[in-house]
């Protein structure tokens, strides 16, 4: 069914399971940062391959039951930590590593400080 709204959520799925996410803002995405579909394809498939998928659906379970607002949403980063933490309880270092990538934040919009700068008349004395 086509659902007409203000977009202004996303559901994520997992068989029977719907898990209602809200939107992450733009302005707060990290950069190098895997999105969170490929993020929950490459983590379900590696659980899957372990034999752990059951810790997963638990986990999901309780992100359900919990949300983060009374509208039954949690946000895509609770999503991705909850993804991450059962992931990390499941899984060695590097195999972990491989799906949460380490991201290094950078500094786009720095500005230089008033110390750096030449003064644009300089001093006869």
């Not at 069914?1 to 209602?20: D, Q, S, V």
């Not at 895997?34 to 810790?55: D, N, Q």
């Not at 992100?63 to 059962?86: A, I, N, Y």
């Not at 720095?110 to 004395?125: A, F, L, Q």
Request: proline share 6%.
């Amino acid at each position: 069914m086509f659902n007409r709204g203000p977009a202004k959520w996303r559901e994520w799925r997992l068989g029977n399971m719907a898990i209602p996410l809200y939107l992450e803002d733009p302005k707060t995405a990290t950069e190098g940062q895997k999105s969170v579909v490929e993020v929950a394809h490459a983590t379900i498939s590696a659980l899957r391959a372990k034999g752990a998928e059951k810790a997963l659906l638990e986990a999901l379970d309780v992100l359900v039951k919990e949300p983060d607002s009374p509208t039954g949403r949690c946000s895509e980063q609770r999503f991705r930590t909850t993804l991450k933490q059962v992931a990390a309880a499941n899984m060695e270092q590097e195999e972990l590593e491989e799906i949460f990538p380490v991201v290094l934040e950078t500094r786009t919009n720095s500005k230089p400080s008033k110390n750096s700068r030449k003064p644009s008349k300089e001093s006869v004395g």
